[in-house]
């Protein structure tokens, strides 16, 4: 398939609607995942999910046109699963494992549509939420966050000239192909694309993507995003996020169910799959306090996501457990994800080879790095932290309190309350830049 030419793609909009979304595939694998076991297990609890945006300084409601969001959510709630989509899940093996997707599943998949949301402005921020059945209102996440994120980029560069975009694309491709030239010094790389929520278009991501598939080979293990994965024959990756034990610690009745959420998650995950997919995300409520209490057989899952801490801090805690446990740790997995670009890969992946397994998730700064890239200067294609959480479960308050304390999200009373059950040992804050 030829590339396409991204420049002349992005100058020429002559057209009433351009799409962002043009599948319901066009999500991350994760949400698949956890969105088959929400509608087994969970299927009645009602969740509000809210665009949050942290770097505050961009406000966004005075750079995307509201007309044009809502043109492009409602288009996204017009899409439908097509048969080929619905067969290739269906059919495809996914972590060496056939049939990942039951067929009651696939079956319910086949009617779904992306529920209503809720738009307004508030203090230059629009105020995006979508209320609806868990299952339903958890698929909104990655499609609400790359149209904002599209938007953005698409108001950046309006008025820019064919000669101006040609050579803003093609710093940005020349960075990230160097950036693929040092990856290739690292011979036992284990690298995959995690851009989708937060990258600069479609087009870009899928540029990214067959280069490094190109520029790789094997050491490109595949992407998160489900629509690309399919196009490109490559293995779709994820596993689970946040969003699992924020619903269920809001639903517990007292703090001792609080605090036993993230360990409810991972029993239920366990009833659902196996093997390469029992990998534990543990900084929901703090690193520290899930490893203080977590039972022994969490230590024989496959592996561990550190997401919020400094990735060699993060590892040689998760690293310290296993050996506590009695568990080797060259035996186990070390997914790392959190901010990660060419630097911190390369540091990360020197300071733990040969001591455990270990891959990367590449995400913002692979889909959206065009700093110093663009002719005219400026930080309008600078990436934010922009993503979306699960705020409400069944009307009660959800928190996410992260390795980060910047990075903690709910409501200021409730985030107190979870600091006093969880407490904050181990807490690092540091600025979120992406």
């Known amino acids: ?178 950036k693929v030239e040092r990856l290739r010094a690292l011979p036992d790389l284990a690298l995959s694309d995690f851009g989708t929520r937060r990258r600069h278009s479609f087009l870009w991501q899928q540029w990214c993507v067959e280069a490094l598939k190109e520029g790789l080979g094997d050491r490109f293990i595949g992407t998160s995003n489900v629509l690309l994965a399919m196009h490109n024959d490559l293995e779709a990756i994820g596993t689970n996020a946040h969003e699992l034990p924020m619903v269920l610690a809001a639903l517990a009745h007292n703090d001792a169910g609080i605090a036993a959420a993230p360990y409810r998650v991972l029993e239920e995950w366990r009833t659902q799959y196996d093997g390469n997919l029992l990998i534990v995300l543990p900084d929901a409520y703090g690193t520290t306090a899930f490893l203080r209490h977590a039972p022994d057989w969490v230590a024989d899952w496959t592996g561990f996501r550190p997401d919020s801490l400094p990735p060699v801090e993060g590892g040689e805690q998760i690293m310290d457990w296993w050996r506590e446990k009695g568990r080797d740790p060259r035996e186990k997995l070390l997914i790392f994800s959190d901010g990660m670009d060419v630097d911190s890969i390369e540091q990360t992946y020197r300071h733990f080879h040969g001591k455990v397994r270990m891959s990367f998730g590449w995400g913002t700064n692979l889909t959206n790095d065009f700093r110093d890239c663009d002719p005219e200067g400026g930080a309008g294609l600078e990436p934010i932290s922009l993503v979306a959480k699960v705020t409400r479960a069944n009307g009660r308050p959800a928190v996410k309190l992260s390795d980060n304390p910047a990075k903690a999200t709910g409501d200021p009373a409730e985030i107190a309350r979870y600091r006093r059950i969880f407490g904050a040992e181990g807490m690092v804050e540091k600025a979120v830049r992406v």
């Open 1 to 178: 398939m030829p590339a396409t030419d991204i420049a002349t793609r992005v100058y020429n909009h002559g057209w009433r609607l351009d799409p962002i979304i043009r599948s319901l595939l066009d999500t991350d694998f994760y949400k698949l995942l956890m969105q088959q076991m929400i509608w087994r297990l969970h299927p009645d609890v009602r969740t509000t999910f809210s665009l949050i945006n942290r770097s505050k300084k961009v406000q966004l409601a005075e750079i995307i046109d509201e007309q044009e969001l809502r043109e492009q959510l409602d288009h996204a709630r017009s899409l439908r699963f097509t048969n080929r989509e619905l067969i290739w899940l269906a059919g495809n093996s996914f972590y060496g494992q056939e049939r990942m997707f039951a067929p009651d599943y696939i079956a319910w998949l086949a009617e779904f549509r992306l529920p209503d949301y809720e738009l307004s402005v508030v203090d230059g921020q629009y105020k995006l939420d979508f209320d609806a059945p868990w299952p339903e209102a958890s698929l909104w996440e990655i499609p609400a966050l790359a149209i904002v994120n599209e938007l953005r980029s698409r108001a950046t560069l309006k008025n820019r000239g064919r000669f101006e975009l040609d050579i803003l694309y093609a710093r940005a491709k020349a960075k990230l192909w160097d």
